[in-house]
């Protein structure tokens, strides 16, 4: 590894932040980057809410459970190569 930040950086980072809350405020379990990773893919609709929550997140209308807004239309394309 080229650059590590010191303890005290990683300690204020704002995903060190979002680890606590989940843990201590949500009582969910996250140790580390990879369980936060792991639950937002085994509960992806909760790690939603909590992380909405955490980051005050407002919106005009809600999502559906694809996260998509309802109404809103999806373009999907290739690249040429």
Not at 31 to 41: A, F, Q
């Given at each position: 590894?080229?650059?590590?930040p010191?303890a005290e950086?990683?300690?204020?980072?704002?995903?060190?932040?979002?680890i606590?809350?989940?843990?201590?405020?949500?009582r969910?379990?996250?140790?580390?980057?990879?369980?936060?990773?792991?639950?937002s893919i085994d509960?992806?609709?909760?790690?939603?809410?909590?992380?909405?929550?955490?980051?005050?997140?407002?919106?005009a209308?809600?999502?559906?459970n694809?996260?998509?807004?309802?109404?809103?239309?999806?373009?999907?394309?290739?690249?040429?190569?």
């Amino acid at each position: 590894m080229l650059r590590q930040p010191s303890a005290e950086r990683r300690k204020n980072a704002n995903i060190a932040r979002f680890i606590e809350a989940v843990r201590n405020g949500y009582r969910a379990e996250a140790d580390d980057y990879s369980s936060l990773y792991r639950g937002s893919i085994d509960h992806p609709e909760a790690f939603r809410d909590l992380f909405w929550d955490f980051s005050k997140i407002e919106a005009a209308q809600a999502l559906r459970n694809d996260g998509i807004a309802p109404g809103d239309r999806l373009f999907y394309y290739t690249a040429c190569g």
